[in-house]
């Protein structure tokens, strides 16, 4: 079993910065595409950004440009760089990850997930 755990989220103003991470942990596990969700209220969780094991990244296009995803394979973790953030950015952000090595924008398709972190961007 894999455990994710996020941390970074937080409380910022309009065009500021915050860098979330998320640290997997467990035994003999070997982890795909990983990737960040938000749910903002309301709404449907969606993809804002993923990452394969090789470095093949993806992300929505409104945060294209903003955002950068990365990964360190040794070190089993995840980061989000969130750049120029805006009000509608405020979600509870959530690692996710699955076994399998492609990116898949369905959450049906993520092995495993953190417990959020919330994001609040105030305008």
């Known amino acids: 079993q894999v455990q994710l755990v996020e941390s970074g989220g937080g409380l910022v103003q309009a065009e500021e910065s915050l860098t979330l991470s998320c640290a997997a942990s467990?035994?003999?596990?070997?982890?795909?595409?990983m990737g960040w969700y938000r749910q903002a209220p309301g709404k449907q969780r969606e993809l804002v950004a993923a990452?394969?094991?090789?470095?093949?990244?993806d992300y929505k296009d409104s945060v294209k440009g903003r955002f950068t995803i990365t990964r360190d394979n040794v070190k089993n973790t995840v980061s989000l760089q969130m750049n120029s953030l805006k009000p509608e950015d405020t979600a509870v952000y959530y690692c996710?990850?699955?076994?399998?090595?492609?990116?898949?924008?369905?959450?049906?398709?993520?092995?495993?997930w953190g417990q959020g972190t919330q994001v609040h961007v105030s305008s």
């Open positions: 996710a990850a699955r076994e399998a090595p492609l990116i898949r924008t369905s959450e049906a398709d993520y092995d495993y």
């Open positions: 467990g035994s003999g596990f070997s982890l795909g595409a």
């Open positions: 990452i394969t094991s090789g470095g093949n990244t």
